[in-house]
Antibody, heavy 123, light 106 residues
Framework: QVTLRESGPALVKPTQTLTLTCTFS??????????VSWIRQPPGKALEWLAL???????YYSTSLKTRLTISKDTSKNQVVLTMTNMDPVDTATYYC???????????????WGQGTMVTVSS | SYELTQPLSVSVALGQTARITCGGN??????VHWYQQKPGQAPVLVIY???NRPSGIPERFSGSNSGNTATLTISRAQAGDEADYYC?????????FGTGTKVTVL
């Protein structure tokens, strides 16, 4: 059974750096075609894709947020970490990690999602 | 950047058919995936690569994609289908989600 679980602070202050961890089970990120991605959703708003890391350690980032994001993986711990710098109240959202698999980025879908973690940015 | 446009809301009578559109420039040349999100829950994949259903998704859910519009069709709509629905594609090395559609079953 594939599961993913997000963890991190529920509250961060403006200008701080957010660090989120996705801990997963049921698959290995060293397997060809496996990827893990981060997606967020502000309250009452649409989903927004943030970043992806694949089995080969290739990384992809949202064009609008790439200067603030870093994604990394620890295959031995089955974890993927996302850091976002210079947090602002507009970054208040539920942050999801999701598995995405397949050799071709254009055909991949997010097939399994974590339950999400709510992050509030406020002083 | 690539944009995906969905209607804000769609209403459907119980047992009837709902069609949710996802508009994008030449979207027919891309693989489109659809997600269902119920209040307070994480999204669930309901259609992948235009028209394929993951295991466990009812046959009532189907998809098509051509030209500048992809469509998710829910046949014989049930009360449990009330949710937000999002389309998604890959473009220019990024993943893009649609604006989302709220489906109400009357």
């Amino acid at each position: 059974q594939v599961t993913l679980r997000e963890s991190g602070p529920a509250l961060v202050k403006p200008t701080q750096t957010l660090t989120l961890t996705c801990t997963f089970s049921g698959f290995s990120l060293s397997t060809s075609g496996m990827c893990v991605s981060w997606i967020r959703q502000p309250p009452g708003k649409a989903l927004e894709w943030l970043a992806l890391i694949d089995w080969d350690d290739d990384k992809y980032y949202s064009t609008s947020l790439k200067t603030r994001l870093t994604i990394s993986k620890d295959t031995s711990k089955n974890q993927v970490v996302l850091t976002m710098t210079n947090m602002d109240p507009v970054d208040t959202a539920t942050y999801y990690c999701a598995r995405i698999l397949g050799p071709n980025p254009g055909t991949r879908a997010f097939d399994i999602w974590g339950q999400g973690t709510m992050v509030t940015v406020s002083s | 950047s690539y944009e995906l446009t969905q209607p804000l809301s769609v209403s459907v009578a119980l047992g009837q058919t709902a069609r949710i559109t996802c508009g994008g420039n030449n979207i027919g040349s891309k693989n489109v995936h659809w997600y269902q999100q119920k209040p307070g829950q994480a999204p669930v994949l309901v259609i992948y690569r235009d028209s394929n259903r993951p295991s466990g998704i009812p046959e009532r859910f189907s998809g098509s994609n051509s030209g500048n519009t992809a469509t998710l069709t829910i046949s014989r709509a049930q009360a449990g289908d009330e949710a937000d629905y999002y389309c998604q594609v890959w473009d220019s090395s990024t993943y893009v989600f649609g604006t989302g559609t709220k489906v109400t079953v009357l």
